[in-house]
């Protein structure tokens, strides 16, 4: 019965020694892992920080395209009344033009009247 008291206690130091590493290998462990799920919650706080800055920059993007957007109407109707515009000019130009032709048709066929009788005139005199 010795030789079994010796080896039941030789087995308690053992399992003793074996929990007692294993307790302190696993205790390393979970400071490691508690140490570097820290490190995880400081980088994601710090990925939070930059998103919230980049929301913050995308909000003024928007806000600057949406004041460009109201210009651009306004550019837009500005450019549909000059294109009214140049259309009435267009017209303008070509209702001179042609009442302008008329006058000068009408002023041709006088000075041509004119001449004949001048011609006419210089024939019956014999100066031509």
Do not use: C, W
Request: charge should be negative; aromatic fraction near 4%.
């Amino acid at each position: 019965m010795d030789k079994s008291a010796e080896y039941l206690k030789v087995l308690i130091d053992v399992t003793k020694e074996g929990f007692g590493r294993i307790e302190t290998e696993m205790s390393k462990g979970f400071s490691d892992l508690g140490d570097k799920m820290d490190q995880m919650l400081d980088k994601q706080d710090q990925m939070l920080i930059m998103q919230d800055q980049m929301l913050d920059k995308q909000d003024a993007t928007i806000r600057a395209i949406q004041g460009l957007d109201s210009k651009m109407d306004r550019m837009l109707d500005k450019q549909d009344l000059l294109i009214d515009k140049q259309d009435e000019t267009t017209g303008e130009i070509r209702g001179l033009r042609t009442d302008l032709k008329s006058h000068i048709d009408l002023r041709f066929a006088r000075i041509e009247t004119d001449l004949g009788e001048v011609k006419t005139a210089l024939r019956d005199k014999g100066i031509i």
